[in-house]
C-alpha cells in the first residue's frame, strides 16, 4: 500500500465567508474539496484564517462593554481563541457529514484550540500590519479609530480595515498533542486563525495583542509535522508576477531561487499574496521532497496532482 501524502491545507477566507450564514454554507463546499484530496490518498491537516470572524467577535465583545460598563474588555487573543471554536465547529460537523455521505466514516475529526508562541521583542508590535474585521468606507473608518483607538488602513482598493500586530509564529505549543491526534488517523483542525498569539513568561503563557499571519503559521505546522505538501488556498487559481498589468504571467512552476528573486522585485502585495508566498517558498527550502502549492480550493485535487496552481519546489 502506498503512503499516503500528508498534506497541510490552509484555508483562506472564500472558504470560509464573512457571516455566521455564509459559514455555514461556505464549509459545505470547503468539506467536499477536503474529502476529494482524502479520495486521492492523502492524509489532511486543516489549518484557517479568521480575518473577518475575529473582527466580528471582538466587535461584540466591545459591544458588550457599552452594555455592561462593569463588563472588562476581552483581550484580542481571547477573540482568537473563540473564533477558532466556533470555526472549527461549523468545519467539524460539514466534514463528518461529508465523510458519512462517501462511505468514510472511519476518520475521526477534531479541533485543537491552538496556542502559538510569539516573541515579545517582535517588531510586528511597533508596526500593525495585519488586517482583521470587515471591510469599511472612509467614514466608517475615522469613527472607528476616534471611538475604539483602532489603527485602520485601506486594503488593496477594497476599503479600509483594523490592522494589528502580526508577530512571526515561533513555536505551536499543543504541537505534541497535534502530532499524536495526526499520527492517529485523525482529521486535525489546527492553528486558527494563525493559532492564539501568546507570549511566555516563566512557566506562564500570556495572550498578546496580536493576529499571527495563518500562512506563516500553516508553514511552521507543516514543518513539524514533516508534511509532504503545504496547500495554502486563496482567491485565484495561480501566483502572478505583474499581476493586473499588460505583463501579467501567471506561475506554475517556481523554484524557491525564482519566488525569492520575485519577492525582491515586489510582484506580491503586503497582506495579500506576498506572506502566501514567503510561506511556500519557506516550506519547499525547508527539506528536500517538500512541495508547496498556491490555488484555489475548487482546484486542490487538480493541484495535487499537478494539472494547476502555482508549485513551488526546491
Request: proline letters at 4%; one cysteine or more; charged letters at 20%.
Given at each position: 500500500?502506498?503512503?499516503?501524502?500528508?498534506?497541510?491545507?490552509?484555508?483562506?477566507?472564500?472558504?470560509?465567508?464573512?457571516?455566521?450564514?455564509?459559514?455555514?454554507?461556505?464549509?459545505?463546499?470547503?468539506?467536499?474539496?477536503?474529502?476529494?484530496?482524502?479520495?486521492?490518498?492523502?492524509?489532511?491537516?486543516?489549518?484557517?484564517?479568521?480575518?473577518?470572524?475575529?473582527?466580528?467577535?471582538?466587535?461584540?465583545?466591545?459591544?458588550?462593554?457599552?452594555?455592561?460598563?462593569?463588563?472588562?474588555?476581552?483581550?484580542?487573543?481571547?477573540?482568537?481563541?473563540?473564533?477558532?471554536?466556533?470555526?472549527?465547529?461549523?468545519?467539524q460537523n460539514a466534514l463528518r457529514e461529508e465523510l458519512l455521505n462517501r462511505n468514510m466514516p472511519e476518520i475521526p475529526v477534531a479541533t485543537m484550540i491552538t496556542q502559538i508562541r510569539v516573541d515579545e521583542n517582535d517588531p510586528a508590535?511597533?508596526?500593525?500590519?495585519?488586517?482583521?474585521?470587515?471591510?469599511?468606507?472612509?467614514?466608517?473608518?475615522?469613527?472607528?479609530?476616534?471611538?475604539?483607538?483602532?489603527?485602520?488602513?485601506?486594503?488593496?482598493?477594497?476599503?479600509?480595515?483594523?490592522?494589528?500586530?502580526?508577530?512571526?509564529?515561533?513555536?505551536?505549543?499543543?504541537?505534541?498533542?497535534?502530532?499524536?491526534?495526526?499520527?492517529?488517523?485523525?482529521?486535525?483542525?489546527?492553528?486558527?486563525?494563525?493559532?492564539?498569539?501568546?507570549?511566555?513568561?516563566?512557566?506562564?503563557?500570556?495572550?498578546?495583542?496580536?493576529?499571527?499571519?495563518?500562512?506563516?503559521?500553516?508553514?511552521?505546522?507543516?514543518?513539524?509535522?514533516?508534511?509532504?505538501?503545504?496547500?495554502?488556498?486563496?482567491?485565484?487559481?495561480?501566483?502572478?508576477?505583474?499581476?493586473?498589468?499588460?505583463?501579467?504571467?501567471?506561475?506554475?512552476?517556481?523554484?524557491?531561487?525564482?519566488?525569492?528573486?520575485?519577492?525582491?522585485?515586489?510582484?506580491?502585495?503586503?497582506?495579500?499574496?506576498?506572506?502566501?508566498?514567503?510561506?511556500?517558498?519557506?516550506?519547499?527550502?525547508?527539506?528536500?521532497?517538500?512541495?508547496?502549492?498556491?490555488?484555489?480550493?475548487?482546484?486542490?485535487?487538480?493541484?495535487?496532482?499537478?494539472?494547476?496552481?502555482?508549485?513551488?519546489?526546491?
Open positions: 500500500m502506498n503512503k499516503k501524502k500528508r498534506v497541510v491545507l490552509a484555508l483562506g477566507g472564500n472558504a470560509l465567508g464573512n457571516t455566521l450564514p455564509e459559514q455555514m454554507a461556505a464549509v459545505k463546499i470547503t468539506a467536499k474539496a477536503i474529502a476529494d484530496l482524502i479520495e486521492e490518498g492523502c492524509e489532511i491537516v486543516i489549518t484557517h484564517g479568521n480575518g473577518p470572524q475575529v473582527g466580528m467577535v471582538n466587535n461584540a465583545m466591545i459591544a458588550l462593554t457599552h452594555e455592561n460598563p462593569k463588563q472588562p474588555n476581552t483581550p484580542l487573543s481571547v477573540c482568537v481563541a473563540m473564533s477558532q471554536a466556533y470555526i472549527g465547529y461549523d468545519l508590535f511597533q508596526s500593525p500590519s495585519k488586517p482583521i474585521g470587515e471591510f469599511v468606507d472612509a467614514q466608517q473608518a475615522k469613527a472607528m479609530e476616534e471611538k475604539y483607538h483602532y489603527i485602520m488602513k485601506e486594503d488593496s482598493g477594497r476599503g479600509y480595515r483594523r490592522v494589528v500586530a502580526s508577530p512571526k509564529p515561533v513555536e505551536i505549543i499543543e504541537i505534541g498533542t497535534i502530532r499524536t491526534m495526526v499520527d492517529a488517523g485523525n482529521l486535525v483542525i489546527a492553528c486558527g486563525g494563525g493559532g492564539i498569539p501568546v507570549i511566555r513568561q516563566g512557566n506562564h503563557l500570556k495572550g498578546a495583542s496580536a493576529v499571527i499571519d495563518k500562512d506563516f503559521a500553516s508553514c511552521l505546522l507543516a514543518k513539524e509535522l514533516d508534511a509532504d505538501y503545504l496547500i495554502i488556498l486563496t482567491a485565484v487559481e495561480k501566483a502572478a508576477i505583474h499581476f493586473g498589468t499588460d505583463k501579467e504571467q501567471w506561475l506554475s512552476d517556481v523554484s524557491v531561487e525564482e519566488a525569492n528573486q520575485y519577492i525582491q522585485e515586489g510582484h506580491f502585495a503586503a497582506g495579500s499574496m506576498l506572506p502566501k508566498v514567503q510561506a511556500a517558498t519557506d516550506f519547499a527550502a525547508s527539506r528536500p521532497g517538500r512541495t508547496a502549492l498556491i490555488t484555489l480550493l475548487e482546484k486542490s485535487r487538480d493541484a495535487i496532482q499537478g494539472k494547476t496552481g502555482t508549485m513551488f519546489h526546491a
